[in-house]
């Protein structure tokens, strides 16, 4: 498997506002944030996050399409006690942002490091989240050293000009965290 990510965990955090739809705040800044992370529809299930309420993304959450969003556990919790965020709209980064309707709930990730507390997170389809440059996450059951000449490989056939670079494993990343 393999999907795209503007973000890895520990990587520098895309921290926006968090609005929801018909809460005003009378000032917009004392809103709550979300880690924000642009991502291709098999992402959840290759990085092995569960979508523990309504859907994943899927191919038809283009840049064309209504705009959605998936959020945590701990945002749909916190955030919207006694309700359920199903269907709910909120706008991530400036309260003018057009509005995204949440489309699913997902297990919490320790993005900031396994030491840290979970933070809210909210994931947008990477084709409505702009142009930022990406990471590929792959599974595979192969040691990483044989994975990485396969994803250097794809990557030039793909686009010559591009450089897969920083091709590091999970658990080098976890191990990172931990140093």
């Known amino acids: 498997l393999a999907a795209l990510t503007t973000q890895l965990p520990t990587d520098p955090n895309d921290s926006a506002g968090f609005h929801v739809e018909g809460r005003s705040l009378s000032n917009p800044e004392d809103a709550p944030t979300a880690d924000r992370f642009g991502v291709t529809p098999d992402y959840f299930r290759t990085v092995r996050i569960p979508v523990m309420r309504g859907r994943g993304f899927t191919p038809r959450d283009n840049a064309s399409a209504p705009r959605v969003a998936i959020i945590n556990e701990t945002a749909a919790r916190q955030l919207f006690p006694g309700e359920d965020p199903l ?3 909120i706008s991530l980064g400036p309260s003018t942002d057009p509005p995204r309707t949440i489309v699913g709930i997902v297990g919490d990730v320790r993005h900031r490091g396994l030491a840290e507390p979970v933070t809210y997170q909210a994931y947008v389809p990477l084709a409505q989240f702009g142009d930022w440059p990406v990471r590929v996450v792959v ?7 044989a994975v990485a000449g396969r994803i250097r490989a794809a990557v030039a056939d793909l686009d010559r000009t591009q450089v897969a670079h920083e091709i590091v494993s999970f658990e080098g990343v976890v191990n990172a965290t931990l140093a």
């Open 87 to 89: 269907g709910k709209r």
């Open 139 to 145: 599974r595979s059951p192969d040691p990483s050293a």
